[in-house]
């Protein structure tokens, strides 16, 4: 592949004509099951973006705001321990989080490179730009790329190398998955290198159902927002009206599920995949999975996985956990 841009910055591109298809591949699949299924990540177009901005801030959602506490008050005591020098960012989402540990690097005097990793190339120049003029002499190295499927391309570390997968979003994957993407994150840290893995808690299910049925409405419009997407990315004829949000914690398998009911029968067509469902009065299509951990199921999660637990840091009221895990010994 060739640079994109040459110097401290440096970007590079993996990603092909083919990775555009993903949409309609996973309407095809995910709507012609018998359970109907979508997966999360196209709930994030840039209103879907914006409405996950809102989420954060709500008094119900409490993850975000803590997880920044905990980063907050460890930041400098994680960089002492993996005395990182590079930080692989995955899915450039949150420049906060990522400063957080950047200035407690740069305080240490260990900071030396950068590496964003997001499908979004507009994406990964604009945190490459911003972060290289944010710390003087910082190298970076931008990969639009999805993390999911070309990890291998990562440049190989200059040192210790710090992975965040912050934010609880490794809750979206099923178990299965879960472990296997971990480990695949486990093959880029190196011998030396350490994931920092955010994940929301077990807990009283009121407090976790109430993060995800906030008063003011927001995650309703976050979730029905995907059937806007499908309208205008596959020329669907979703009545978004007749769709209400509904979320659950499932006790059993400690996972929220969110999902669109239909309030009535529906008959849909998608123009592009020349396709027609139905949905019967109250059948509902899942959206997202966002798995509550307990520290056993972590362990055995990160164990699986080929990985130890390190460090695990939380907040006074053990509502979330940033956990610090390396390649097992
Ligand atoms: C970004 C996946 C961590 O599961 O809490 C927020 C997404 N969904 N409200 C989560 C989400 C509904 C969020 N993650």
């Known amino acids: 592949m060739e640079p994109i841009l040459e110097g401290p910055v440096e970007v590079r591109s993996h990603l092909g004509p083919d990775d555009e298809r993903s949409l309609a591949d ?5 709507l012609t099951r018998p359970l109907k299924e979508l997966p999360p990540k196209h709930l994030y177009d840039a209103r879907g973006s914006e409405l996950f901005d809102a989420i ?17 008050a460890h930041a400098q005591d994680i960089v002492r321990r993996t005395g990182a020098v590079e930080l692989v960012e995955l899915g450039s989402g949150s420049a906060t989080k990522t400063r957080v540990l950047l200035d407690a690097m740069a ?13 979004s190339a507009t994406t990964v120049h604009a945190v490459a730009e911003l972060f290289a003029d944010e710390y003087p002499g910082l190298s970076v190295f931008g ?5 999911e499927r070309h990890l291998e391309r990562l440049p190989e570390p200059v040192g210790p190398r710090l992975v965040p997968f912050l934010g609880g979003t490794i809750g979206n994957f099923p178990p299965g998955s879960r472990r296997r993407f ?15 893995l955010g994940t929301d808690l077990v807990k009283d299910p009121r ?24 309208n205008r990315e596959l020329g ?4 978004v009206d007749a769709f209400e949000h509904v979320a659950f914690f499932d006790r059993e398998r400690e996972w929220i599920e969110m999902r669109l009911r239909a309030t009535q029968p ?64």
């Open 26 to 30: 996973d309407v095809l699949d995910g």
């Open 56 to 72: 954060c801030e709500l008094p119900e959602y409490y993850q975000t705001r803590t997880e920044r506490l905990i980063l907050e």
């Open 107 to 119: 305080a240490a005097g260990t900071l030396a490179r950068y590496i964003p990793v997001d499908v």
């Open 143 to 147: 990969l639009v790329a999805d993390f």
């Open 182 to 196: 971990l480990r695949s994150l486990g093959k880029v840290l190196g011998p030396d290198g350490y994931l920092l």
């Open 207 to 230: 407090v976790i159902e109430a993060a995800y049925n906030d008063s003011a409405g927001v995650t309703a419009q976050f979730n029905l927002n995907v059937l806007h997407v499908l």
């Open 236 to 239: 669907a004829d979703f009545d």
């Open 266 to 329: 529906q008959h849909v067509r998608i123009d592009a995949l020349d396709l027609e469902i139905d949905f019967a009065a109250r059948e509902e299509l899942r959206t997202e999975i966002s798995a509550k951990f307990t520290l056993d199921g972590l362990r055995a999660d990160l164990d699986a996985a080929g990985l130890e637990l390190v460090e695990l840091f939380t907040d006074p009221n053990e509502l979330f956990a940033v956990s610090l895990a390396r390649v097992a010994g």
